[in-house]
């Protein structure tokens, strides 16, 4: 569709138009990797979250035991 739609609008070679979408399909191709990864890593920000408010939780009891065993 790209093609069609550059070939109407411009009067470039057919093999530039054909660089072209080869261009596009490899950005696009890029932007789904990136959507990907950028998915992937707010996962692992969220459980490292989950990992530090569990580390704070255990900080703060282990504590208050200490408090209490100290004289």
């Known amino acids: 569709m790209l093609v069609a739609q550059v070939m109407e ?4 070679a057919p093999e530039e138009i054909l660089s072209l979408q080869a261009q596009h399909d490899r950005l696009l ?3 789904g990797e990136l959507l990907e990864a950028n998915q992937q890593l707010r996962f692992k ?5 989950r990992q530090a408010e569990s ?3 255990g900080l703060a009891a282990a ?3 200490a408090a209490l ?3």
């Open 29 to 31: 191709t890029l932007v």
């Open 69 to 71: 065993l100290l004289p």
């Open 9 to 12: 609008q411009d009067n470039r």
């Open 63 to 65: 504590t208050a035991w």
């Open 55 to 57: 580390a704070e939780r």
């Open 45 to 49: 920000v969220a459980q490292l979250e």
